[in-house]
């Protein structure tokens, strides 16, 4: 078991002012056995009204709301405290989605032969193992080289990317073998900026795997939301009205306590 | 009737002045053109008629149960009914509707169910449509039209009035409305079917409106109107789901409404049809959906649908291949009459192309028999021709599930065409469904 605080602060600024912003954030940290969340505070600017909670299809805590008047920066933070403890889970069955391609995901004849290629170990959790070393392989990180609409076979073969192109090809692959698989958004320990890696399911619970750092992803990572790829459960989603430039500078910081 | 028939020019001049179109996008261009209507009406007894009520809204039950299961339980496919692939693959299938049941459990509050008459006389259904289908406007504006042109004509004959339709549609938006006006959401005047959509808000009398008109806020959704702005408690949207909401799914729609599924999953609006119904209506589901009806209904399905294969199971794919030239093949992925290739209008080197196809990605198609159906006269300028023609049969889900007493008619223009969608050209006519 390990108590991690967190820290995770994002602010974009516009070049010219916007209006009728709606935005969708899913930077709280998931509830779950594994991971318990002990306290947080989250704020937002501006604000107009006191927005929503929900949680979405994939069990992510998410916050809405919308801010009509011009503004010209938008800023959102999470800091809090958690424990996360892998030894504790409930075991089910993973929700059935996690088995098939998504949009990002669609497999390429390129990326089913490079499937074919990884060899089968005696569990899931091994052969996952082989995915993330065959993926780290495969890559060089070249940050700029991708954008968020990247799909894993356009990544794939530009053998170029970021930790989001290296978690669309794991899933890709471990769902070629018929492992299911979920993308992760989240913050490991240290400090920077925010991570994706991805999980696979077996034996009852999922698994992390981080293909960017080519290890397994432990109690040190903080998940805030999963879904079949990046499109599912982006951080921070938003819509307004103008045309502008967007700067956005973003930091994170997770210790161990 | 004949009195009709001299009317057809003026109807067709009138429905022009109404602005009475069709939008298509050809090579990638947006053009306009009207929808020709034919003045000679299909003409459905009511015997017939009880049989499709019956049948269709059989159906419809069915589908909306099964689209309740599949987004929460998924029994069906834990009971081996439906094989989970051809849920999960479906295009139409959306994982952000699972966890989530809407109002009332209905899912297709409007379905269009098209079928064609065979030869035999038998019905036969060829494709739900419930996301959102259009058209019942044609025939709806047809029969006012040709009631003022030939007013004769329907107090010679016994035809039930169908212009109930706007009622019908506001009872079905009253029934899952959760609070606030009634509201028609259009893409605006480039969609295919914009004047559906104001004739509609019209007749139901909701509101008729446009992305801009329209804000989430704090989970509920809001009408910007001249007198200020009201709560909506149910959404017909004519717009795919794929661009509803740029925060959930396609993030580049400028037609969307930004958090409309944070209301929706809220509880604090109802969208008409319900987001992720393509799963339903899916070519591949097609096959199973007399399995659906027996499995949640207990009951042997009343209409039949056309004899289908599925070459994703071996004894299926063996029929298609050997006996290709004679069956339809259908990319399951495909709407609006695109992809459907007859077998017998092959060369032996595309049809040698079409069995690869088929055996590479089995879960793609489908192959069906084709069914010989009735030809209905169409008036062609002095004379009168036979052409192909279906029947889109309106299925309205409220508090009951009740068929529209008529239905848009569509033929095609081609002789030979077996393809009557309205994408692909040809005309309309009005059905007419008789006391006797």
Redesign the interface.
């Known amino acids: 078991m390990r108590k991690l605080s967190f820290e995770f602060n994002t602010r974009i600024d516009f070049s010219n002012p916007v209006k ?1 912003h ?3 954030l899913r930077c709280i940290p998931m509830s779950l056995p594994q991971q318990r969340l002990l306290r947080f505070r989250l704020n937002a600017e501006p604000l107009e ?4 909670f ?1 949680t ?3 069990g992510n805590s ?1 916050y ?3 801010i ?1 008047a011009e503004h010209t920066s938008f800023s959102y933070g999470i800091t809090g405290i958690l424990e996360r403890d892998d030894s504790c889970f409930i075991p089910k069955q993973p ?3 996690y ?4 949009f990002l995901t669609h497999p390429s004849a390129e990326l089913i032969t490079f499937a074919n290629e990884i060899s089968h170990m005696s569990t899931d959790l091994e052969t996952a193992g082989a995915i993330a070393d065959a993926v780290f392989g495969h890559f060089e990180y070249v940050p700029g080289s991708t954008s968020t609409a990247t799909t894993a076979a356009q990544a794939f073969s530009l053998k170029k990317g970021v930790c989001q192109d290296y978690a669309h090809v794991f899933i890709t692959v471990a769902r070629l073998l018929n492992i299911p698989a979920r993308y992760v958004c989240g913050l490991p320990l240290g400090d920077g900026s925010s991570h994706a890696w991805a999980e696979i399911w077996h034996d009852g619970r999922w698994y992390g795997f981080d293909p960017t750092r080519d290890r397994t992803a432990d109690e040190g990572y903080i998940k805030l939301s999963v ?2 790829d990046f ?2 459960c982006s951080i921070e ?3 307004f009205l103008g045309a502008c430039q967007q700067h956005q500078t973003s930091f994170m910081k997770v210790m161990e306590q | 009737m004949d009195d009709l028939l001299i009317h057809k020019e003026e109807i067709n001049m009138q429905m022009a002045r109404y602005g009475v179109k069709f939008g298509i996008y050809k090579n990638g261009t947006f053009k306009e053109r009207l929808f020709p209507y034919d003045p000679i009406p299909r003409v459905i007894s009511s015997s017939d008629f009880s049989l499709l009520e019956r049948g269709l809204a059989q159906r419809v039950d069915a589908l909306n149960m099964f689209l309740t299961d599949i987004y929460s339980d ?1 029994k069906i ?1 834990k009971d081996n009914v439906v094989p ?1 692939e051809f ?3 479906s295009p139409g ?1 959306l ?6 049941t809407p109002p009332k459990s209905i899912y297709s509050h409007i379905s269009g169910i098209d079928l064609v008459l065979g030869k035999d006389q038998t019905w036969y259904i060829l494709e739900d449509n419930l996301r959102v289908p259009s058209g019942a406007s044609y025939p709806l504006i047809a029969r006012s039209l040709s009631r003022r042109c030939s007013p004769e004509t329907f107090r010679r004959n016994d035809v039930m009035d169908n212009r109930n339709y706007g009622n019908m549609l506001k009872e079905v938006m009253d029934n899952v409305n959760t609070g606030g006006i009634n509201v028609i959401f259009t893409p605006g005047r480039y969609n295919a079917a914009y004047f559906e959509h104001s004739y509609l808000a019209e007749q139901s009398s909701a509101v008729l409106a446009e992305a801009s008109d329209l ?5 509920y959704l809001y009408y910007r109107g001249n007198h200020g702005t009201v709560r909506v408690g149910a959404i017909y949207r004519r717009i795919s789901d794929e661009y509803l909401d ?3 799914f396609y ?1 580049d729609s400028l037609i969307g409404i ?2 409309l599924m ?1 209301a929706y ?2 509880g604090n609006v109802a969208i008409i049809n319900a987001p992720g119904n393509g799963v339903a209506d899916d070519k591949g589901i097609y096959y199973f959906v007399p399995k659906i009806i027996r499995y949640y209904l207990d009951e042997e399905p009343i209409l039949m649908n056309a004899p289908t294969f599925l070459p994703f199971y071996e004894e299926d794919m063996k029929y298609t291949l050997s006996n290709i030239t004679r069956l339809v093949i259908k990319d399951v992925a495909e709407a609006g009459g695109y992809g459907v290739v007859f077998g017998s209008e092959l060369t032996e080197e595309q049809l040698d192309n079409l069995k690869e196809k088929i055996k590479a990605e089995p879960r793609r198609f489908i192959s069906q028999e084709v069914i010989d159906f009735q030809d209905l006269p169409v008036i062609d300028g002095k004379t009168t021709v036979m052409r192909k023609a279906d029947l889109r049969a309106f299925v309205l889900s409220g508090s009951n599930t009740r068929v529209w007493p008529s239905g848009l008619t569509r033929f095609s223009r081609n002789p030979n065409s077996f393809v009557v969608n309205s994408s692909q050209g040809g005309g309309f006519k009005d059905t007419w469904i008789m006391f006797q």
């Open positions: 009728e709606s935005f969708l009204t006191m927005g929503s929900s979405d299809s994939f998410t809405s709301g919308r009509g929700a059935p989605f088995r098939y391609p998504s879904g079949r499109n599912d989603r938003g819509h | 998924k496919i989970a849920v999960y693959r299938y994982a952000q509707c699972e966890g989530f804000f989430v806020e704090n989970d740029p925060l959930c993030p930004p958090n944070e999953r809220a």
